[in-house]
């Protein structure tokens, strides 16, 4: 019983170490904001909200494990640059039903600079 448990849990620690490199990276100071509510790297876990490795390749509201409002699963979006420009200068007026509580940013220039180390942060390189 005793030995069962001692590997359980150096089980544990084995995976909350490979876990760390990730979760340890820095974040740009354009995604400060969002870090307090988003991940970037891949494995990392959902916070309050989903996390964003890759979601420019997957359909919108698909983060493994995340439970969306329904306004999000409604939407047959399409994440380019165009759509995360408009998400983010506006959220609730881009995806109605939206629980994105984040603040609108209203500078065009802030918004390009926030897409462009979103791309960086997750990984997608394949945002139009
Ligand atoms: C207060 C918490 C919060 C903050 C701050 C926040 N978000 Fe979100 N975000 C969410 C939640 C919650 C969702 C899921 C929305 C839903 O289900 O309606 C989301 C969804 C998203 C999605 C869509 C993900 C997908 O899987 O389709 C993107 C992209 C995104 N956020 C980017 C950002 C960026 C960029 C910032 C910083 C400028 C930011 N968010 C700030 C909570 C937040």
Same mark, same amino acid.
């Given at each position: 019983?005793?030995?069962? !448990? $001692?590997?359980?849990? /150096? =089980?544990?620690?084995?995976?909350?170490?490979?876990?760390?490199? %990730? *979760?340890?990276?820095?974040?740009?100071?354009?995604?400060?904001?969002?870090?307090?509510?988003?991940?970037?790297?891949?494995?990392?876990?959902?916070?309050?909200?989903?996390?964003?490795?890759?979601?420019?390749?997957?359909?919108?509201?698909?983060?493994? !494990? $995340?439970?969306?409002? /329904? =306004?999000?699963?409604?939407?047959?979006?399409?994440?380019?640059? %165009? *759509?995360?420009?408009?998400?983010?200068?506006?959220?609730?007026?881009?995806?109605?039903?939206?629980?994105?509580?984040?603040?609108?940013?209203?500078?065009?220039?802030?918004?390009?600079?926030?897409?462009?180390?979103?791309?960086?942060?997750?990984?997608?390189?394949?945002?139009?």
């Amino acid at each position: 019983m005793r030995i069962a !448990g $001692f590997f359980a849990v /150096s =089980g544990l620690f084995v995976a909350a170490s490979f876990a760390a490199p %990730a *979760s340890a990276a820095p974040v740009a100071a354009e995604l400060r904001v969002c870090a307090a509510c988003h991940s970037f790297g891949a494995g990392e876990p959902n916070r309050l909200g989903p996390n964003l490795n890759g979601f420019c390749a997957r359909p919108v509201g698909k983060a493994e !494990g $995340f439970a969306y409002s /329904s =306004g999000f699963k409604a939407s047959t979006v399409k994440w380019n640059a %165009a *759509s995360l420009d408009s998400f983010l200068e506006n959220p609730r007026k881009a995806m109605p039903g939206t629980r994105m509580a984040a603040a609108p940013i209203g500078d065009p220039a802030k918004r390009t600079a926030t897409i462009a180390a979103l791309t960086e942060a997750t990984g997608c390189k394949t945002l139009k």
